[in-house]
């Protein structure tokens, strides 16, 4: 076993990923958007380029409020957890809370930033991973909407 095996094994343990809870792989029809959430406007999507099933959403809110939702569809849920761990090693802090912890759920497995209102939430909903990240100067708390992207995929 080499170094980088090592590290995400040790990684996989942190996040006890034997234990998560994984959904079906099946493909999604549908693209999730946040249109009809109060207090959001679409501004523009970004895609990724050589990813079909890969884009960033932008939203505005009131005054400086800017969120990013990032959509990375997978063909199979066990890739898309893959790709949730290899995000959370990339993580400086020694272990991100789950989404639980702070009183919430979304997705099969879900992971955000610290504090009672994350600004940061990552999680996996069958074969597609989820990022939900304040972006904008004005720090606006994201578990309400990171839980309605998560019911369009449900």
């Given amino acids: 076993m080499n170094a980088d095996e090592r590290f995400f094994d040790a990684v996989r343990e942190r996040y006890s990923f034997a234990n998560w809870q994984r959904g079906s792989d099946a493909g999604r029809g549908m693209f999730p958007r946040l249109d009809g959430v109060a207090g959001w406007r679409f501004e523009r999507r970004a895609p990724f380029e050589g990813k079909a099933r890969m884009y960033t959403d932008y939203y505005e809110g009131e005054g400086e409020a800017r969120i990013a939702v990032t959509i990375d569809g997978y063909d199979t849920a066990a890739d898309a957890h893959e790709a949730l761990i290899a995000f959370l090693a990339k993580s400086m802090a020694p272990r991100l809370p789950s989404c639980n912890e ?46 309605a992207i998560d019911r369009q995929l449900s």
Wanted: proline residues 7%.
């Fill in 102 to 147: 702070l009183g919430f759920r979304a997705g099969d497995v879900c992971f955000c930033s610290f504090g009672p209102d994350p600004d940061k939430v990552f999680f996996v909903r069958h074969s597609t991973f989820v990022r939900v990240e304040n972006t904008g100067r004005q720090s606006v708390p994201v578990a309400e909407l990171a839980e």
